[in-house]
């Protein structure tokens, strides 16, 4: 087998992983292209680039058609915790009470409550993320110039160990967490079955403090107060009895619209929020919006962030590819390129992202049900975010490496789901390697037959890592 058969495969593995953890892969690529195809340092960084685009295709081809891991979020109100998340309603439960629950929820008010999602990429978030991090880049790139090569390893050789550290702790504590939510569904479900011999269910057990905590329009307390009396403990209610159902802190009534909070002392302080058919019927609408697998403004304001991007890549230069006008370093419209690629990249990112606090603000006000790995974009998550990913741009500029390596890893720590964060790092790379590919085919710098020819086995290797 030649050197390009073995190639190919180790680009296939190599693509298939690179996608499937959310990063591009060129640590990999670059060296490889150099060593192994033997190619020059810039035909390497060109392939690399092709590769990445490949591989992004092949996730991204996946990705816009997969939904997010909850695909049975609810119109109501839900158990909050401080944060104003919606407590999952399948947190410790068995498999026969979720769907006990699921059974009774779409039931309610004559079966006008459904389930809903939305798509694993959060475009909202690539909107907003994918600007500052690019911006970040070229201040980074700027800065990397000025340094010396001793400071430049030691800085990436420090950066990148952190990383892998925050990285692993991350794994750590998701591990630990999902560990114990097994271990509850599990109680749960031996529960169910202790219980079958009795002919009860464990969700018909209601504490009287919690009974008492409901809603004024539940009459399950009056109903249990005339047959046997209040005391300590808890009461059996029959399952098939018309009555009010509260269970696992959150209280379900017949006649109501939403889920109540019924949290005793002893558990987590959570919240009940005021509702109303207005707010419903507006949160129904928020949550139609959000379950659209192919939101077409969206895709238009990533092609418009794509195509101000490209042009100002290809009329700048950069990555070892001359300018098409042949403008160089030593051009005073050079900076002003680099100075208005700078403001187009924050200039959207400060756009996207006030959209994203008006929109939540909206949500917020009609108790819209945010998961738990959700980011609440109040102004000072803005921020928050908006710092992090804007040094990590630096971070990727100065040490030369993709974003997803920096990114990726920061929105794990950060609390967002896994997937999400895989799927929507991965989209904000295909936007900046594609307009850096496209740049080094078209320059001669790579041969095309290559460069096509490990695109398509990256898109392969994409597609085969991310279903498998």
Known sequence: MNKDGIGAIIWFIAAGVATACGVGGGGIYVPLGIILLQFTSKSASGLSQASIFGASVGGFILNIRNQHPDTKIRDTIGTRTESMNVIPYEEGKSRPQIAREEEHYTSMDNGEHSFYTRPLID?????????????GAVLGVIIQSLMPNWLFLSLAGFILGVTSIKTYQKFCSSYKKEAEARQARLLAEENDVTNEGTG???????????VKSCPENMEIESDINSSVGLGEGTVDVPADDEQDICENEVCYSMRSQDSFDCSDSTNERTYQLEDDEEKLKKRRELLKSDARQYPVEKFMYLMILWFGLTAITFLKGGKGVDSLVGINCKSP??????????????????????KLVKRHAVKVQNNYPFH??????????????????????????????????????????????????SATTATMILLTSSSVAIMFVTSGLVPWEYAVFFFCVCVCGALIGKIH
């Not at 475009?123 to 911006?135: G, N, Q, R, T």
């Open 123 to 135: 475009y909202d978030m690539a909107l907003f993320l994918a600007p500052m991090e690019m911006s």
């Open 200 to 210: 009860l269910d464990i969700n018909d057990k209601i504490d009287i403090d919690a």
């Open 333 to 354: 419209w050079y900076e002003f390129l680099v100075v208005s690629q700078f403001l187009w990249l924050l200039g959207c990112a400060t756009l996207f992202g006030l």
């Open 372 to 421: 738990q790995t959700d980011v609440l974009w109040d102004a000072t998550q803005l921020r928050l975010y908006a710092s992090f990913t804007f040094l990590a741009g630096i971070v990727a500029g100065l040490i030369g490496v993709g974003g997803g390596m920096i990114l990726g890893p920061t929105m794990l720590v950060m609390g967002i789901h896994p997937r999400v964060s």
